[in-house]
């Protein structure tokens, strides 16, 4: 359940109150009976911030990355296809050529 905070506008009290979100907000101050209890706006109980999930996690120092580069294409693969085309080799695959034999 959350917890909501209240402040009255005519004698300045204020309370947090813990309440469902279904709960009607409430409108009579406690301490002097009047009709001015107004629910506050409030920041969040927690900071989502950075690549983690909360400002508390983590708080020790994050581990070194350690990212492994891609290994070198060998020669005859498909990763060497692109590298082939810049030379002006023909990347087109012979099973797209037209037939033209008769049947």
Known sequence: MPIYAYRCDECGFAKD??????????????????????????????????????????????APSTVVPPAPAEPGTAAAAPAAAKDGAASAPAAAAPATGSD
């Not at 907000?25 to 009047?34: G, Q």
């Not at 911030?49 to 020790?60: E, N, P, S």
């Open 17 to 62: 109150v813990l309440q469902k979100i279904s709960d009607p907000v409430l409108t009579v101050c406690p301490s002097c009976a009047k009709p001015a209890f107004k629910k506050q706006v409030t920041a969040a109980g927690f900071q989502l911030k950075g690549t983690g999930w909360y400002a508390t996690d983590f708080r020790g120092g994050a």
